[in-house]
């Protein structure tokens, strides 16, 4: 995670890793307030969105995630945030089918609201050097791995994507 913020901060931009919510609307608005009071407090020239590990590990039904990420690319939307690029998920060893369906829901919410999507997904399913972008039993990208969303978010960004 530190990495990740660091890496974030050395692009000029904001990683949001949203935590897996719990059960109950009461509770997923009070995660969405906080997410919201994060991405105002960032001063940055883009917000980095990238869902799906909490998500992943708790096997949130895919219909959950995609209500959730729908609500809140709306609620940014409507406070101004135009400067959004969302991160769908490498394809964890061990989590393929979960980050599939993440990587899918994510695409839709951004599609329906025309958001640029780094895909981590496809070039981590098509490429068998890409098992190296993860730590060794652990869900989680290791320096390679950060590096390479880091790589995907940027040519979005230098396409004119995201802000």
Not at 93 to 105: L, N, S, Y
Not at 109 to 128: E, G, I
Request: proline content about 7%.
């Amino acid at each position: 995670e530190q990495a990740r913020r660091r890496l974030a901060a050395a692009e000029g931009e904001v990683a949001f890793p949203a935590p897996a919510p719990p059960d109950g609307a009461l509770a997923r608005l009070h995660l969405l307030a906080a997410a919201l009071r994060q991405t105002e407090a960032a001063e940055a020239d883009r917000l980095v969105l990238s869902l799906g590990l909490a998500w992943m590990l708790d096997h949130t039904p895919t219909a959950q995630i995609e209500r959730d990420a729908a609500v809140l690319a709306d609620l940014l939307h409507a406070r101004g945030r135009r400067d959004l690029i969302w991160v769908a998920p490498p394809r964890f060893p061990g989590w393929e089918e979960e980050a599939r369906e993440v990587m899918q829901a994510v695409k839709r919410v951004a599609r329906a609201r025309d958001l640029p999507v780094a895909d981590l997904y496809m070039p981590s399913a098509t490429d068998p050097a890409s098992l190296g972008w993860f730590e060794r039993g652990n869900p989680a990208l290791n320096a390679l791995g950060l590096e390479r969303s880091a790589r995907a978010v940027r040519r979005l960004a230098e396409a004119g994507h995201g802000g």
